[in-house]
C-alpha cells in the first residue's frame, strides 16, 4: 500500500515570509499524482495544487508552488508572501491507479501578523 | 455548479441507533468517494462508486456500515447500530472521468457524527 508521510506536524510562518511544507511518499507505480489539500477551520477540503508525476517541470499557482522529487519520492509545498488566510491545516495525498487518494496525516500551518 | 452537498452538516445521536448520511455529487461526475476524518486515524477512504456501482469498499470498518448509491445523483452512507467510536467527520467528494485533465477529487463541506 502507499504511504504518504509528512513530517511536520506543526509550521509557523510570519506574514509576508516563505514557507515549505514537507511531504515524502512511497510507491512502485510510475503514473501516478500527487495533491496538496487545504483544510481551513470550516473543516472545507480546498485543493491548492496537483502535479501529475509524468511532468518534470513543477507545478505553480499563484504563491503556491511543489518541488517535485520524484526519485527521492518528495513533494514539498511552498508558500510565497504568506497571507494571514494561509493559516489552515495541509494534507498532502497521493493518487495512483486505484482512484483513490491516500492522504499524509496533515501539516498544520500558524501565520503570525 | 453547487459543489458537493452532504446532509446533515451535524448529527449528533445515541449509540445504538441507525445514522443515514446523505451525498449529492456535482453533475457529471461518475465517481463518488466516502471519506471518514478523525484524529487518531486521519482521512481515510471508506468507499468508491464507479458509475453507481460499487468499486472498492475495503475501508469500510465492518459490517455497521454500508452505502448504496442508487442513481447518479445520489449516495447513502449508513451505520447501523452506530457506536461512540464512528464519531468522526464523513466527507464524500466526486470526482469526473479520469483524464489527463482531471483526477482531482472535489469535497462536500463534511458531516459531523457525534455518537454519545
Known amino acids: 500500500a502507499q504511504t504518504v508521510t509528512q513530517s511536520q506536524p506543526e509550521m509557523s510562518v510570519q506574514e509576508a515570509e516563505t514557507v515549505t511544507l514537507s511531504c515524502t511518499y512511497d510507491?512502485?507505480?510510475?503514473?501516478?499524482?500527487l495533491f496538496w489539500y487545504k483544510q481551513p477551520p470550516s473543516r472545507q477540503m480546498i485543493l491548492v495544487i496537483r502535479q501529475e508525476a509524468y511532468k518534470q517541470q513543477n507545478a505553480t499557482e499563484n504563491r503556491f508552488s511543489v518541488n517535485f522529487q520524484k526519485a527521492a519520492k518528495s513533494f514539498s509545498l511552498k508558500i510565497s508572501d504568506s497571507q494571514l488566510g494561509d493559516a489552515a491545516m495541509y494534507f498532502c495525498a497521493y493518487l495512483g491507479p486505484g482512484y483513490a487518494l491516500n492522504f499524509g496525516k496533515g501539516t498544520s500551518l500558524l501565520v503570525t501578523p | 455548479d453547487a459543489g458537493v452537498i452532504q446532509s446533515p452538516r451535524h448529527e449528533v445521536t445515541e449509540m445504538g441507533q441507525e445514522v443515514t448520511l446523505r451525498c449529492k455529487p456535482i453533475?457529471?461526475?461518475?465517481?463518488l468517494f466516502w471519506y471518514r476524518q478523525t484524529m487518531m486515524r486521519g482521512l481515510e477512504l471508506l468507499i468508491y462508486f464507479n458509475n453507481n456501482v460499487p468499486i472498492d469498499d475495503s475501508g469500510m470498518p465492518e459490517d455497521r456500515f454500508s452505502a448504496k448509491m442508487p442513481n447518479a445523483s445520489f449516495s447513502t452512507l449508513k451505520i447501523q447500530p452506530s457506536e461512540p467510536r464512528d464519531s468522526a467527520v464523513y466527507f464524500c467528494?466526486?470526482?469526473?472521468?479520469?483524464?489527463?485533465?482531471?483526477?482531482?477529487?472535489?469535497f462536500g463541506p463534511g458531516t459531523r457524527l457525534t455518537v454519545t
Open positions: 510507491t512502485s507505480e510510475s503514473d501516478y499524482y
Open positions: 467528494a466526486s470526482s469526473p472521468t479520469g483524464t489527463s485533465a482531471s483526477y482531482e477529487q472535489y
Open positions: 453533475s457529471g461526475h461518475d465517481y
